[in-house]
């Protein structure tokens, strides 16, 4: 029984990030703690009742130990994610907090929906830190989730930056969705352990939906390290595991793509199967490279052609993605309360933005909002029949196309449901 355990903060001012530590006693000294790090709490297909936990540590054996509250504690094992996967020990460049280290996943399954649980990894038998995630709901109860574009570049200063606004701004955000493009070189260890410092521990405690990017692929086509953080349900296209699989959270489908050019007619199919079989009122989309290119250094018809007819068949509510380091959201042309596109970045890279004409209309789509130069998080609420979408700058640079504050919102739109008829509407300043 969990009984001599205590709650502490483990950073000031983020209230959703909590771990729980054994009483000090005044007649012995406190037990060792295993050294581990990059602890990850990512949800199975039904996130009301399933969860997997990550971590890396120097060891052999792994274990996760989890109770719910006044439950008998279950201790189940940690696999070695990068001996199962195939990649070997993984490279440090340069070294990173830790001596070499494993990585371990375990899956807790018969959970009880709305309940929070404490557990700790455990490496060849030594425990670390107690931290407690909660599970979703199995109804559709109001809540909000942060989506992040590209973090990638300037991983020590910009993108830290952004998740600090984005975690004092949302402290009460359920889980957080990336839309690939975690870091530049996946190989760069000091790259992954830099994305995680932004978010100062809360991927412990705050479930996370993870696509990879095309940086994740660089030199690691299979994506062993991407998915060596990350584990996912293997529910997807077959050979894309931990890449293509699907959420339901609380009334949402979240549905997240490979895309990266890879099999895309497969992932299409199995697409629009997922939303075909879509229980919930609200479907969302996560994935890289963009349906509508952010700016005008490029187009890239490949995934518009595979995914756009799917998206828009089933009326896919948001389309979330990253890839061209500039803001931009839209829809079909024509079709104004359709899906709705967005392109963000949340790190320091940034491409040109053409704001003087609209480049979504030479293939089929209609821009509504785009911007250069300004990095952002977005806010999503979800109540009901209702979903409420808010774009926030966390930092401006010298190439912002437009005068911005940080802090201010962007851009901001919701969409409504509840008079039976799907309607977008702006919400955005000066809208």
């Not at 502490?8 to 060792?32: E, F, N």
């Not at 979330?320 to 959201?329: F, M, P, S, W």
């Not at 977005?378 to 802090?407: F, L, N, W």
Request: contains cysteine.
């Amino acid at each position: 029984m969990l009984k001599s355990l205590s709650v502490r903060p483990l950073i000031a001012g983020v209230a959703a990030l909590t771990v729980l530590a054994p009483m000090a006693s005044t007649a012995h000294a406190a037990p060792a703690t295993a050294q581990v790090d990059r602890v990850v709490v990512n949800p199975r297909e039904d996130a009301s009742n399933g969860m997997s936990v990550s971590f890396r540590a120097p060891g052999a054996v792994g274990e996760v130990e989890y109770a719910a509250p006044g439950g008998e504690l279950v201790r189940v094992p940690a696999g070695l994610v990068l001996s199962r996967l195939g990649g070997g020990a993984e490279p440090i460049m340069p070294p990173g907090p830790l001596p070499v280290a494993e990585h371990f996943a375990a899956h807790l399954t018969g959970l009880q929906p709305a309940t929070t649980y404490t557990y700790r990894p455990i490496v060849d038998g030594v425990p670390g830190e107690w931290a407690e995630f909660t599970t979703a709901s199995a109804t559709s109860e109001p809540f909000s989730f942060v989506y992040y574009g590209d973090a990638q570049t300037h991983l020590d200063s910009v993108w830290p930056k952004v998740a600090a606004r984005a975690l004092e701004h949302s402290p009460d955000a359920a889980l957080t969705v990336h839309s690939g493009d975690q870091i530049d070189n996946p190989h760069a260890d000091v790259e992954w352990h830099d994305f995680f410092a932004g978010m100062q521990g809360t991927m412990a405690t705050r479930p996370s939906i993870v696509a990879p990017g095309n940086h994740e692929l660089m030199l690691d086509p299979f994506a062993y390290l991407h998915r060596a953080h990350f584990e996912f349900p293997n529910n997807g296209v077959d050979g894309l595991p931990d890449t293509t699989f699907f959420n339901d959270y609380q009334g949402v489908r979240f549905i997240t793509l490979h895309a990266n050019y890879i099999r895309l007619g497969e992932q299409a199919a199995w697409l629009d199967r997922v939303l075909a079989d879509n229980p919930h009122q609200w479907a969302v989309v996560n994935f890289h490279e963009p349906v509508w290119n952010a700016t005008s250094r490029r187009d890239e018809p490949f995934h518009r052609d595979a995914f756009r007819g799917v998206i828009e068949k089933h009326n896919v509510d948001l389309v979330l993605t990253g890839h061209d380091h500039a803001y931009a959201r839209g829809h079909q042309a024509g079709n104004p309360n359709g899906p709705a596109y967005a392109v963000t970045v949340a790190g320091g890279k940034y491409y040109d933005v053409d704001l003087a004409g609209d480049p979504w209309s030479l293939s089929g789509g209609k821009r509504v909002v785009g911007a250069g130069g300004i990095s952002t998080f977005q806010r999503i609420d979800v109540d009901g029949c209702r979903m409420d979408y808010t774009s926030i700058i966390g930092h401006v640079s010298e190439k912002a196309t437009q005068p911005a504050t940080e802090g201010d919102v962007l851009d901001a739109f919701s969409i409504d449901k509840c008079d039976g008829d799907k309607k977008v509407i702006e919400t955005r300043p000066g809208a």
